[in-house]
Nanobody, 124 residues
Framework: QVRLVESGGGLVQTGGSLRLSCAAPGRTSSMFVLGWFRQAPVKEREFVAAINWRSSSTSYADSVKGRFTISKDNAENTVYLQMNTLKPEDTAVYYC?????????????????WGQGTQVTVSS
């Protein structure tokens, strides 16, 4: 079992920035993908970004490309989501997610481990 612990959400104005962190202390294999999903009120949960721990390949939803950056710190076993130029439509609960994966690409589904979620609110 891999535990995921998120932090870094909050309230920010349109155009501002936030950085989310997700620590994965139980992750012991490099064959792993960590990512972020989000769910806004009355909407379905959607993929935001993910990173392959072994290849460092990344993938982004079209809605966040050019504004969000996902990265990892191998020593800290932590993944980050730097969110810039935030918009009101980015308001959601953001969930860190992980899955075992033996390839070098980045899937956007099949995630089996989930964090508790952190609220991001962007005011207009």
């Amino acid at each position: 079992q891999v535990r995921l612990v998120e932090s870094g959400g909050g309230l920010v104005q349109t155009g501002g920035s936030l950085r989310l962190s997700c620590a994965a202390p139980g992750r012991t294999s490099s064959m792993f993908v960590l990512g972020w999903f989000r769910q806004a009120p009355v909407k379905e949960r959607e993929f935001v970004a993910a990173i392959n721990w072994r290849s460092s390949s990344t993938s982004y939803a079209d809605s966040v490309k050019g504004r969000f950056t996902i990265s990892k710190d191998n020593a800290e076993n932590t993944v980050y989501l730097q969110m810039n130029t935030l918009k009101p439509e980015d308001t959601a609960v953001y969930y860190c997610a992980g899955r075992r994966y033996y390839g070098l690409s980045v899937p956007d589904d099949g995630f089996e481990y989930w964090g508790q979620g952190t609220q991001v609110t962007v005011s207009s």
